[in-house]
């Protein structure tokens, strides 16, 4: 709401005047930046062995930032639906990042099914694949789905949560992933059970493999 009469105003603090990635030049100092230096298997850099389970089946992550700090602050703000245009330059540096990374560009893009808040009708993961996809001029796929009653992720370990998670997934037109390279784009990466899921759906489904992209880790 606050930023209907300060549109320019920083994302995080909500004090500075914006200077990129909808955050002033004092909290985009503080970012932790991942990206390349980071771990393949989770996305954070100096993360510790066995930071992932190991059957997790994609075959990178990608995070553009640590999820603390201002970038937790602006990642929480794009969720709660503050700027859509912010979370198009978000993508845009994920696209980016991913082509230092030597990455090729996929047939397919698509996010994890959405829960909760929505951004413009769409969940915010499912918004930065749809303009990833526009971006690497890839087909948005949005048949990952999950079936109601799925138990809160936050009062799950990893294990049973992606015992749960795969549990309560499911694909739709799930002809359209077979035989393709596909870019899984997520908000937040953090124990990486959702992106396990997914991909376990996907490679079931016939995709050559999958890459998760995410804009926190
Ligand atoms: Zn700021
Ligand atoms: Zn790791």
Redesign the pocket.
Same mark, same amino acid.
């Given at each position: 709401m606050w930023d209907f009469f300060f549109p320019s105003r920083c994302l995080a603090c909500g004090k500075g005047e914006r200077k990129q990635l909808g955050l002033c030049s004092c909290c985009l100092g503080q970012v932790q930046w991942q990206g390349l230096g980071g *771990?393949i @298997? *989770?996305g @954070?850099i100096g993360?510790r062995q066995g *930071?992932?389970p190991p059957d997790h089946g994609y075959r990178r992550v990608l995070a553009l930032a640590a999820y603390s700090g201002p970038w937790r602050s602006l990642v929480l703000a794009l969720k709660n639906g503050r700027d859509l245009a912010v979370a198009r330059q978000v993508a845009k540096q994920l696209v980016a990042l991913a082509g230092q990374a030597g990455m090729s560009s996929p047939d397919v893009v698509t996010a994890p099914p959405g829960a909760g808040k929505v951004l413009w009708g769409r969940p915010l993961a499912a918004a930065m694949a749809g303009e990833t996809a526009k971006l690497v001029e890839a087909r948005l796929f949005n048949g990952l789905m999950r079936r109601p009653g799925r138990p809160a992720q936050v009062e799950l370990d990893s294990c049973r949560r992606l015992e749960g998670l795969t549990e309560h997934l499911y694909l739709q037109n799930e002809h359209l992933v077979y035989g393709k390279a596909v870019w899984l784009v997520d908000d937040v990466f953090t124990t990486g059970g959702t992106a396990a899921a997914c991909t376990e759906k996907l490679l079931a489904a016939g995709a050559s493999g999958v890459w998760v992209i995410a804009s926190a880790a």
């Open positions: *771990c @298997r *989770c @954070r993360c *930071c992932v």
